[in-house]
């Protein structure tokens, strides 16, 4: 059984409760009812007769030639054997978990992935992980309260933080991401008049750093938030995209050699979901690098009374995700794709990303060899670039403004270190020598110029051996 | 020009700010820059081809036989000859905002239904009016800071001002909505710590009483937050859904008959948007009430300088509306059927819920007699009904319970007024004798023998004359 940390809910989420009119739906059940209650536009206006994608098959791409498509459709007429909702299942209003089919899916899916250790836990469906923070993060923040957050972070995070008012305390990283040791002391040394009670861990490819947690890392941090009380915000959108011991090599055709190196599904890093046994962890998924990010659609896995909070402000801002995006995904996970080919399909990204980490990373160690200091991502869309500056020019003011200015004279452009700063006075990390680089967008061959050019900028500032 | 409301921002308003990264934008026009910037997913990697719906021809529904279908999509490639995104622009992560050719289609509409009378008013888009209430509130207010609401109002924005801790203050209504003169004495008269700042308005068909607000009420209710200088929440999700002076009549073939009097699109009556000059107005407009409600999608019209600090909200919660909703929205809306579209088929849902209004209030008039009294409603879902009941059981503890469980035992329900009540003490609510009933959902058959039922009820409690 999971600890009990409603005691540490701020007032408005204690204020948060059920609709009076959800009393009224046990009525519902007895067809002979009139009902006038709901305030429900009637789904016979809804001008709709059905929704529809073409999808990929599992495991390819339109990088791929010929690609092969597959319909994925929900109508207003029942599917004969389906277990999903009619369109006005998906496109009427309805309570803010989601929907059922969906729900379920997401519930089978961590059951099978990520085996939580306690009994009470579920999911929720929400709007993308952006939307699911601010959500986590009420439930025990107030206004003035601080939150524990790595030395470099990500920028709508940060965002959400200031703009909350949440003080940010930094903990160092080292290259598997923060450091236990620094947690620790951090916690231990602590005099601040309001209590630290949350900390933001990105565990797997940590934007903006690439850095990913080793197991025993995440063992680690998880033992020193047990000894603090601290709760666990895991967002984890790059979980699939992880490449394990797969290494940087230069050819394509290399790249594919390595490809069962890959972790696959079964040997992925386990989250730190999967070894709490408090009900610490509020983990934070989404399918915005799986599928595409304006499906705004994600899902929240923790203990069940903390989720119940969740669904209570879902009804009083998003309500629930969007219908269509629900009954697609729906569709396309439960019966087109199924679980298993949606599980081909995220090992199919693995190979993606690595080919593109490896693009990058094989053109960097080439063309920037000590001029760069770098750990190589071993999962996600981000390279942490520092800069080896002479030391005479390490101290000059105003340097990685230079450095990025020259950059764009010479057409790459990579971001400077200190937007990814919790710092609040940028004075003191604007000349930070760090740059972070996404190896997700941009194409393989792109990807490799952007090296070149950069060495081209980075040879007028660092005297390469 | 707007008055500057920018005084009144809280501190947690006030920090919201675009995000640096923002700053790196400039640089992208540039066709020879490699940017490894934006942590985007690769959009090659999308597995959907296109999105697609079927909808009807404007001005029909699935209650006609024979409904004609027309094909609504977007996909990969960019349309010739179409000012649209592509699926790419639909389906990335976006700016809080909202996709350029949907914000600009609710734009020229607003423009041409509600000609704002001020410059520098603009569109915002929202995940329906639910989000939007929370994000235009949190605008202005701390917890703590009182509202004014309607003496019976919506739940969900009940639910809102509970959880936030703002203390809700009633204003009197009578069959037009809220009274000015009492909001102007509740103003007037106000010994609160914290000033009135808000007023929460739903001015068309008001959810719980159904009552629409006149042209004159609407000025008269302006006037006084002007003097006391009141912000306005104009909450409309209703606004298409007038139905002017057509008579209550019995048959379908009489109601058809009076379609010719009622308000088309020209004659609405005006937003309180489109008499305010000082920009002081939040207007809160959604396509859950002439589409589908989870669509998720709806928009804010208001001042920039406000709706910049709205952007910055949903970058930190929602981002933006689903793509797919998104999307398809705009291709329905700019190609598909066009504004002449939309309104023609907003026309016809005036025809549909007045059909379903006459189908409830002439069985209402029928059967209830003078055991109830109330407004027949001029827009919108509801009809509010107010018990006569007799002297003896007036003031009977426990009597509106008791009638609701004969209610249900009579195979009938409605909603007990006090579920729309903002006073926070439900005892002194719980027996004022009102139900709300909703017309839009029952059939029109059903919405007649509901009030044969609730005749039967309420004989056993009211003696008819």
């Not at 309570?95 to 929720?124: E, R």
């Not at 990500?154 to 947690?183: H, N, W």
């Not at 190196?261 to 998924?285: A, C, F, W, Y």
């Not at 669904?311 to 969007?322: A, M, R, S, V």
Request: aromatic letters at 10%; hydrophobic letters at 40%.
């Amino acid at each position: 059984m999971a600890l009990d940390f409603s005691k540490y809910f701020t007032e408005r989420t204690k204020r948060r409760h059920d609709s009076p009119l959800k009393s009224l739906l046990k009525y519902m059940s007895n067809p002979e009812l009139i009902s006038l209650g709901g305030g429900l536009p009637n789904p016979d206006l809804f001008p709709f007769s059905e929704f529809s994608t073409q999808v990929v098959k599992p495991a390819s791409s339109f990088e791929n030639d010929n690609v092969e498509l597959l319909n994925v459709s929900f109508s207003r007429n029942t599917k004969i054997n389906s277990q999903l909702e009619p369109l006005k299942g998906f496109m009427q209003y309805g309570g803010g978990l989601g929907v059922t089919s969906l729900v379920n899916f997401f519930y089978n899916h961590m059951k099978q992935i990520h085996q939580p250790k306690y009994d009470n836990w579920s999911v929720i469906l929400s709007a993308g992980s952006t939307d699911a923070l601010n959500k986590v993060t009420e439930l025990f923040m107030e206004q003035g309260d601080p939150i524990l957050v790595d030395e470099w972070s990500y920028p709508t995070a940060i965002e959400t933080f200031t703009s909350a008012g949440y003080p940010m305390v930094l903990v160092k990283m080292d290259g598997e991401g923060m450091i236990p040791e620094d947690l620790d002391q951090v916690c231990s040394n602590w005099s601040g008049s309001r209590p630290l009670r949350m900390v933001y861990l990105i565990p797997t490819g940590q934007n903006p750093t690439g850095f990913t947690m080793s197991l025993q890392r995440r063992r680690d941090i998880y033992k020193v938030c047990q000894k603090h009380d601290i709760l666990i915000i895991e967002d984890d959108p790059y979980y699939f995209l992880q490449f394990a011991d797969a290494p940087v090599v230069t050819k394509e055709e290399e790249t594919e050699e390595y490809f069962n190196h890959l972790p696959g599904v079964e040997k992925l890093i386990p989250s730190i979901l999967s070894i709490d046994v408090d009900g610490r962890v509020l983990r934070l998924d989404t399918l915005s690098k799986l599928l595409a990010p304006n499906m705004r659609l994600g899902w929240i896995t923790t203990q069940s009374n903390l989720l119940q909070k969740i669904k209570f402000h879902n009804e009083t801002t998003i309500q629930q995700p969007c219908g269509i995006s629900q009954g697609l995904a729906s569709t396309l996970l439960n019966e087109v794709w199924g679980h298993d080919g949606f599980l081909k399909h995220i090992l199919y990204l693995q190979k993606e990303y690595l080919s593109r980490r490896n693009a990058i990373m094989s053109s960097l160690y080439k063309h920037l060899g000590d001029m760069v200091e770098v750990t190589a991502p071993v999962g996600g869309m981000f390279v942490w670039i520092k800069i080896n500056l002479p030391s005479h020019l390490e101290s000059k003011p105003g340097i990685m403004a230079e450095i990025f200015d020259t950059m764009i004279e010479n057409n790459v452009m990579l971001v400077p270190g200190w937007q990814f700063s919790p710092v609040t006075n940028t004075d003191l990390v604007k000349d930070k020598p760090y740059f972070r680089a996404a190896f997700s967008f941009a194409t393989k061959c792109d990807l490799s110029r952007a090296m070149e050019r950069l060495a081209i900028v980075l040879k007028q500032y660092c005297h390469q051996q």
